[in-house]
């Protein structure tokens, strides 16, 4: 990662700090482009479309959703949504390329469709 990009992505982190949670949603869906290959917002590709999965989870009490789309961006997740386990595709972790705010981020967005 770039010092540019870094400075970058400080900044935008200090302006949603600063601003509202449209600010927060509008990074997270930048942060999810790279997440295209495998998910769109609206089609199904390699895996769920992020509105399937903003569907499924906006019954639950909306702190137990964030925990969950939460863990599984970061940690992966494998065996939840059965038609991609009979693929055999899974939920890669996503640690390695993002913060928890950015995490944090990207989740708002995903809970933000419908
Ligand atoms: C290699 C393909 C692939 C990539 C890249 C990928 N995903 Fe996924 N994702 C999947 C699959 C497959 C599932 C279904 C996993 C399951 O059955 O538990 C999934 C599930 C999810 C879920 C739902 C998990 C749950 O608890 O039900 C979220 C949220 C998610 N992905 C977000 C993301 C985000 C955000 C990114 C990019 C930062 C991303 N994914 C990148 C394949 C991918």
């Given amino acids: ?14 302006i949603n700090t600063v601003y509202s949670s449209e600010n927060l949603i509008k990074t997270g869906k930048q942060l ?4 295209t290959w495998c998910h769109d917002t609206k089609r199904e590709l390699l895996a769920p479309s992020f509105r399937d999965i903003a569907l ?5 009490p909306e702190g137990e959703a964030k925990e969950i789309l939460f863990n599984s961006i970061k940690d992966g997740s494998k065996g939840k949504w059965e038609k991609w386990e009979k693929k055999g595709v899974y939920m890669p972790p996503q640690k390695p390329y993002f913060s928890d705010e950015q995490i944090k981020q990207i989740v708002e967005w995903i809970l933000s469709l419908d």
Avoid: D, F, P, Q
Avoid at 32 to 35: F, G, I, T
Avoid at 56 to 60: A, C, D, N, P
């Fill in 1 to 14: 990662m770039g010092v540019l990009r870094i400075i970058l992505i400080s900044g935008m982190l200090i």
């Fill in 32 to 35: 999810a482009r790279s997440c």
């Fill in 56 to 60: 499924r989870y906006k019954e639950l």
